[in-house]
């Protein structure tokens, strides 16, 4: 049974799933790419899939499915694969869930000027308030998206921060992936 705190909509609970389900594979894991599928649906059209991920019963009627899609190529950087990306129709969203490191806003002014982007990172590997990060985002056809932000150093589910507009730049690519 999952551990996963009881959300206020679908979505944020689908989000804090993947995190969850990402927090016990440990840390320095690569991106993982979900497909959200509508729960309901999934268990009138792929019963043995359903079943299969342990959705049959009665209560598992509503809310939406998290399926980890194949491995994202190494190599390839994020947004040239999600460029790449269309999804069938029984795909209500997509989630995508990312480790990087983030420094606090405070350290934005010491940036030195002119780094290639391979420096750049680098430089804030080394930085002394850098955080590791794993990041959560998931959005909807419709727009809708939701975000989970989970800290290396405060690794437990209830330090998770959610919210729709944490992570906007990684959301807005995945929204893309549903553009006609």
């Known amino acids: 049974m999952s551990n996963t705190p009881m959300a206020?909509?679908?979505?944020?609970r689908a989000v804090l799933e993947i995190d969850e389900y990402v927090s016990g594979l440990g840390w320095d894991q690569p991106a993982r790419l979900f497909a959200l599928v509508d729960t309901?649906?999934?268990?009138?059209?792929?019963?043995?899939?359903?079943a299969q991920l342990g959705l049959a019963d009665e209560q598992a009627t509503t809310g939406l499915?998290?399926?980890?899609?194949d491995e994202i190529p190494?190599?390839?950087?994020l947004d040239e694969f999600l460029a790449t990306i269309a999804w069938p129709d029984s795909v209500v969203g997509c989630a995508l869930t990312v480790e990087r490191l983030m420094l606090p806003p405070s350290a934005e002014a010491s940036v030195p000027a002119g780094l290639s982007e391979k420096k750049l990172a680098a430089w804030v590997a080394a930085h002394a308030d850098r955080q590791e990060v794993r990041m959560t985002v998931a959005v909807l056809r419709d727009g809708t998206r939701?975000?989970?932000v989970r800290l290396r150093e405060k690794d437990a589910a209830t330090e998770v921060l959610?919210?729709?507009g944490l992570v906007p730049g990684l959301a807005?690519?995945?929204?893309?992936?549903?553009?006609?």
Do not use: C, H, M, W
């Open 8 to 12: 206020a909509n679908p979505l944020t």
């Open 146 to 148: 939701d975000s989970a």
């Open 74 to 77: 190494a190599g390839k950087p």
């Open 40 to 50: 309901a649906r999934l268990r009138v059209q792929e019963p043995a899939l359903a």
């Open 65 to 69: 499915t998290p399926i980890e899609q």
């Open 162 to 164: 959610t919210g729709s």
């Open 172 to 180: 807005e690519a995945l929204s893309a992936t549903f553009a006609d």
